[in-house]
Protein backbone atom coordinates (compact mmCIF):
# COMPACT_ATOMS: atom_id res chain seq x y z
CA UNK A 1 0.00 0.00 0.00
CA UNK A 2 2.81 2.02 1.11
CA UNK A 3 4.56 1.46 -2.23
CA UNK A 4 1.23 2.32 -4.35
CA UNK A 5 1.15 5.43 -2.68
CA UNK A 6 4.55 6.82 -3.32
CA UNK A 7 4.15 5.84 -7.11
CA UNK A 8 0.70 7.72 -6.84
CA UNK A 9 2.96 11.06 -5.57
CA UNK A 10 5.42 10.18 -7.81
CA UNK A 11 3.26 9.93 -10.71
CA UNK A 12 1.33 13.18 -9.53
CA UNK A 13 4.15 14.96 -9.07
CA UNK A 14 5.88 14.47 -12.66
CA UNK A 15 2.46 14.85 -13.79
CA UNK A 16 2.28 18.80 -12.31
CA UNK A 17 6.19 18.99 -13.35
CA UNK A 18 4.94 18.36 -17.15
CA UNK A 19 2.30 20.97 -17.09
CA UNK A 20 4.40 23.81 -15.64
CA UNK A 21 7.55 22.78 -18.05
CA UNK A 22 6.16 22.40 -20.96
CA UNK A 23 5.89 26.13 -22.36
CA UNK A 24 9.17 26.23 -21.91
CA UNK A 25 9.79 23.53 -24.59
CA UNK A 26 7.20 24.82 -27.27
CA UNK A 27 8.93 26.68 -30.22
CA UNK A 28 7.44 29.43 -31.51
CA UNK A 29 8.69 30.72 -35.10
CA UNK A 30 8.51 33.87 -37.51
CA UNK A 31 7.91 32.79 -40.70
CA UNK A 32 6.88 36.00 -43.14
CA UNK A 33 3.80 35.63 -45.52
CA UNK A 34 3.85 36.44 -48.83
CA UNK A 35 2.02 39.99 -48.97
CA UNK A 36 2.79 44.01 -48.66
CA UNK A 37 6.35 44.47 -47.33
CA UNK A 38 7.05 48.31 -47.30
CA UNK A 39 6.91 49.34 -43.96
CA UNK A 40 8.22 52.84 -44.91
CA UNK A 41 6.45 55.41 -47.83
CA UNK A 42 7.26 59.41 -48.95
CA UNK A 43 3.52 60.85 -49.12
CA UNK A 44 2.62 64.36 -51.21
CA UNK A 45 1.96 66.51 -48.85
CA UNK A 46 3.16 68.55 -45.96
CA UNK A 47 3.79 67.12 -42.50
CA UNK A 48 0.91 69.16 -41.72
CA UNK A 49 -1.04 68.03 -44.88
CA UNK A 50 -0.47 64.33 -44.23
CA UNK A 51 -1.22 64.60 -40.65
CA UNK A 52 -4.84 66.01 -40.85
CA UNK A 53 -5.53 64.22 -43.83
CA UNK A 54 -4.70 60.71 -41.85
CA UNK A 55 -6.58 61.80 -38.68
CA UNK A 56 -10.07 62.72 -40.95
CA UNK A 57 -9.47 59.45 -42.95
CA UNK A 58 -9.99 57.47 -39.87
CA UNK A 59 -12.10 59.81 -37.89
CA UNK A 60 -14.27 56.32 -37.13
CA UNK A 61 -11.13 53.72 -36.74
CA UNK A 62 -9.22 51.73 -38.69
CA UNK A 63 -9.81 48.16 -39.49
CA UNK A 64 -6.13 47.16 -41.76
CA UNK A 65 -7.94 43.86 -42.91
CA UNK A 66 -6.20 41.54 -40.63
CA UNK A 67 -7.11 37.38 -40.53
CA UNK A 68 -8.85 37.83 -36.97
CA UNK A 69 -8.88 35.13 -35.02
CA UNK A 70 -11.14 34.01 -32.29
CA UNK A 71 -10.92 35.27 -28.56
CA UNK A 72 -10.50 32.55 -25.69
CA UNK A 73 -14.24 31.86 -25.85
CA UNK A 74 -14.17 30.66 -29.45
CA UNK A 75 -15.97 34.71 -30.74
CA UNK A 76 -14.33 36.47 -33.48
CA UNK A 77 -13.89 39.94 -31.95
CA UNK A 78 -14.38 43.10 -34.24
CA UNK A 79 -11.46 45.21 -34.64
CA UNK A 80 -11.45 48.56 -33.24
CA UNK A 81 -8.53 50.32 -33.91
CA UNK A 82 -8.45 54.15 -32.81
CA UNK A 83 -5.92 56.39 -33.80
CA UNK A 84 -3.92 58.10 -30.87
CA UNK A 85 -1.76 61.80 -31.75
CA UNK A 86 1.25 62.68 -30.03
CA UNK A 87 0.97 64.02 -26.26
CA UNK A 88 -2.60 62.40 -26.13
CA UNK A 89 -2.84 59.70 -22.71
CA UNK A 90 -3.18 57.00 -25.02
CA UNK A 91 0.27 57.47 -26.36
CA UNK A 92 3.07 55.20 -24.94
CA UNK A 93 5.32 57.67 -22.88
CA UNK A 94 9.03 57.22 -23.72
CA UNK A 95 9.65 55.02 -20.80
CA UNK A 96 7.36 52.62 -21.53
CA UNK A 97 8.37 52.63 -25.44
CA UNK A 98 11.77 52.05 -23.98
CA UNK A 99 10.89 48.94 -21.83
CA UNK A 100 9.73 46.87 -25.02
CA UNK A 101 12.95 47.67 -26.82
CA UNK A 102 14.98 44.25 -27.38
CA UNK A 103 13.87 43.19 -29.38
CA UNK A 104 12.77 45.73 -31.50
CA UNK A 105 15.61 47.74 -32.98
CA UNK A 106 13.75 50.05 -35.27
CA UNK A 107 11.54 51.36 -32.41
CA UNK A 108 14.97 51.65 -30.53
CA UNK A 109 15.80 54.19 -32.92
CA UNK A 110 13.00 55.65 -33.01
CA UNK A 111 13.22 56.67 -29.17
CA UNK A 112 16.48 58.05 -30.25
CA UNK A 113 14.96 61.18 -32.48
CA UNK A 114 14.92 64.30 -30.99
CA UNK A 115 11.22 64.85 -29.13
CA UNK A 116 10.34 67.30 -31.05
CA UNK A 117 10.48 65.79 -34.69
CA UNK A 118 7.85 63.34 -33.23
CA UNK A 119 4.79 65.88 -32.24
CA UNK A 120 3.03 64.66 -35.14
CA UNK A 121 3.17 60.91 -34.90
CA UNK A 122 -0.12 58.77 -34.21
CA UNK A 123 -0.55 56.09 -32.22
CA UNK A 124 -2.97 53.01 -33.69
CA UNK A 125 -4.37 51.03 -30.90
CA UNK A 126 -7.11 48.25 -31.07
CA UNK A 127 -8.80 49.66 -27.92
CA UNK A 128 -10.68 46.60 -26.63
CA UNK A 129 -7.70 44.33 -25.37
CA UNK A 130 -9.82 41.22 -27.04
CA UNK A 131 -9.00 41.43 -30.70
CA UNK A 132 -6.31 39.07 -32.26
CA UNK A 133 -5.47 38.22 -35.99
CA UNK A 134 -2.97 35.48 -37.52
CA UNK A 135 0.14 36.82 -38.04
CA UNK A 136 3.98 35.50 -39.21
CA UNK A 137 4.51 33.56 -36.23
CA UNK A 138 3.61 29.60 -36.10
CA UNK A 139 3.65 27.04 -33.31
CA UNK A 140 3.69 23.75 -34.99
CA UNK A 141 2.77 24.88 -38.53
CA UNK A 142 0.14 26.72 -37.04
CA UNK A 143 -0.16 30.11 -36.97
CA UNK A 144 -1.08 31.64 -33.38
CA UNK A 145 -2.53 34.42 -32.25
CA UNK A 146 -1.11 37.97 -32.56
CA UNK A 147 -1.37 41.57 -31.37
CA UNK A 148 0.41 44.86 -31.19
CA UNK A 149 -0.26 48.35 -31.42
CA UNK A 150 1.40 51.03 -34.24
CA UNK A 151 3.40 54.17 -34.04
CA UNK A 152 3.45 56.45 -37.36
CA UNK A 153 6.12 58.19 -37.68
CA UNK A 154 5.72 61.56 -39.80
CA UNK A 155 8.82 63.35 -40.97
CA UNK A 156 8.77 66.26 -43.38
CA UNK A 157 11.60 65.66 -46.51
CA UNK A 158 10.07 69.15 -47.57
CA UNK A 159 7.52 71.68 -47.68
CA UNK A 160 5.68 68.77 -50.52
CA UNK A 161 5.93 65.49 -49.09
CA UNK A 162 6.31 63.65 -45.88
CA UNK A 163 8.03 60.60 -45.01
CA UNK A 164 5.63 57.79 -43.32
CA UNK A 165 7.13 54.96 -41.30
CA UNK A 166 5.26 52.19 -39.61
CA UNK A 167 6.24 51.03 -36.55
CA UNK A 168 5.24 48.54 -34.16
CA UNK A 169 4.86 48.82 -30.27
CA UNK A 170 4.38 45.38 -28.01
CA UNK A 171 4.13 42.94 -30.59
CA UNK A 172 2.85 39.60 -28.70
CA UNK A 173 1.88 36.01 -29.30
CA UNK A 174 -0.94 34.31 -27.52
CA UNK A 175 1.00 30.51 -27.71
CA UNK A 176 -2.45 28.52 -26.26
CA UNK A 177 -2.58 27.92 -22.35
CA UNK A 178 -0.02 27.55 -19.62
CA UNK A 179 -0.53 25.92 -16.16
CA UNK A 180 0.73 27.68 -12.94
CA UNK A 181 0.14 30.48 -10.52
CA UNK A 182 -0.98 33.89 -10.38
CA UNK A 183 -1.29 36.64 -7.87
CA UNK A 184 -5.18 36.28 -8.22
CA UNK A 185 -5.50 32.78 -7.35
CA UNK A 186 -3.25 32.31 -4.77
CA UNK A 187 -1.77 28.85 -3.88
CA UNK A 188 -4.12 27.28 -6.16
CA UNK A 189 -2.49 26.51 -9.89
CA UNK A 190 -4.44 26.83 -13.16
CA UNK A 191 -3.85 27.51 -16.95
CA UNK A 192 -3.81 30.89 -18.05
CA UNK A 193 -3.19 32.36 -21.10
CA UNK A 194 0.40 32.11 -22.33
CA UNK A 195 0.93 35.52 -23.94
CA UNK A 196 4.38 36.16 -24.95
CA UNK A 197 6.58 39.42 -26.12
CA UNK A 198 7.91 39.11 -29.21
CA UNK A 199 9.76 40.68 -32.29
CA UNK A 200 8.03 43.12 -34.78
CA UNK A 201 6.62 41.74 -38.16
CA UNK A 202 6.36 42.96 -41.56
CA UNK A 203 3.56 42.59 -43.02
CA UNK A 204 1.53 43.92 -40.07
CA UNK A 205 3.12 47.42 -40.54
CA UNK A 206 2.83 47.08 -44.46
CA UNK A 207 -0.92 46.36 -44.31
CA UNK A 208 -1.45 49.50 -42.23
CA UNK A 209 0.70 51.66 -44.41
CA UNK A 210 -0.61 50.23 -47.53
CA UNK A 211 -4.45 51.02 -46.31
CA UNK A 212 -2.73 54.52 -45.16
CA UNK A 213 -1.32 55.10 -48.86
CA UNK A 214 -4.92 54.60 -50.17
CA UNK A 215 -6.34 56.88 -48.24
CA UNK A 216 -3.88 59.92 -47.78
CA UNK A 217 -4.05 60.77 -51.62
CA UNK A 218 -4.82 64.56 -52.09
Given at each position: MKKARVEAAVAA????AALLFYPCFKKITLQASPGPTATVAVIDGSLDEVHARTRAAYAKGMDP???AAADGRGVVVSAAFRFFPA???MFPADYQLRAW?????DLRAYL????GSRSKDLYLAEVTGDYYWLSEYRYQALAVKFRCAFILHLESMDALHTRLQVLEYLPEVWAGERFGWSAHTGPVPGFFHDIRVVGPTTTDRAM???????TSKR
Amino acid sequence: MKKARVEAAVAAATALAALLFYPCFKKITLQASPGPTATVAVIDGSLDEVHARTRAAYAKGMDPGFAAAADGRGVVVSAAFRFFPAGDAMFPADYQLRAWTANNPDLRAYLDLPAGSRSKDLYLAEVTGDYYWLSEYRYQALAVKFRCAFILHLESMDALHTRLQVLEYLPEVWAGERFGWSAHTGPVPGFFHDIRVVGPTTTDRAMVLRDILRTSKR
